[in-house]
């Protein structure tokens, strides 16, 4: 049986932060899904396609990794693809106690569901999404918190 992992998220957009920890997994799995989620409470900068597609751009030629939308429960993806495993990255004790009990609540549902945190490595440890968001609608170069251009 492979080892399938996925690393859900918005993404809105993937930073180097988000690049950083799927390289360093991708030795442990054989497979990791980046799931693209869709939350109605939400308002993105970047459509989903966007957001796929910087993502793709990103990973462009790495066989491993693969990369698809989905809605509803993190859970139920898990068992529509096959995933064991949860890849989440963490930059400090706030994401770690968020994380924690999104995991917990995670293995309730699936007891055969295991949850990998990777810690986040110091250079990116300061990056997140709504960063370079912040940054990219007041005009300011954000390139270099992303891997690749955005719009």
Same mark, same amino acid.
């Given at each position: 049986?492979?080892?399938?992992?996925?690393?859900?998220?918005?993404?809105d957009?993937?930073?180097?932060?988000?690049?950083?920890?799927?390289?360093?997994?991708v030795?442990?799995?054989d497979?990791?899904?980046?799931?693209?989620?869709?939350? $109605?409470?939400?308002?993105?900068?970047?459509s /989903?396609?966007?957001?796929?597609?910087?993502? =793709? *751009? +990103?990973?462009?030629g790495v066989?491993?990794?693969?990369?698809?939308?989905?809605e509803?429960?993190?859970?139920?993806?898990?068992?529509?693809i096959? $995933?064991?495993?949860?890849l989440?990255?963490? /930059?400090n004790?706030?994401?770690?106690?968020? =994380? *924690? +009990?999104?995991?917990?609540?995670?293995?309730?549902?699936?007891?055969?569901?295991?949850?990998?945190?990777?810690l986040?490595?110091?250079?990116?440890? $300061?990056?997140?999404?709504?960063?370079?968001?912040d940054?990219?609608?007041?005009?300011?170069?954000?390139?270099?918190?992303?891997?690749v251009?955005?719009?």
């Open positions: 049986m492979s080892k399938i992992a996925l690393f859900p998220g918005s993404f957009p993937i930073t180097n932060g988000h690049v950083d920890i799927v390289q360093r997994a030795h442990l799995f497979k990791i899904i980046i799931g693209v989620g869709q939350n $109605a409470n939400k308002k993105y900068m970047f /989903r396609k966007e957001r796929i597609g910087f993502i =793709e *751009k +990103a990973f462009e066989e491993e990794i693969e990369v698809m939308q989905f509803g429960l993190t859970v139920d993806f898990c068992k529509k096959g $995933a064991q495993f949860i989440r990255g963490l /930059r004790p706030a994401d770690f106690e968020f =994380e *924690k +009990a999104i995991a917990q609540a995670n293995r309730m549902m699936d007891h055969e569901l295991e949850t990998v945190f990777l986040t490595d110091p250079e990116f440890a $300061a990056i997140s999404s709504s960063i370079v968001r940054v990219h609608r007041n005009g300011g170069d954000a390139s270099i918190f992303v891997p251009p955005i719009g």
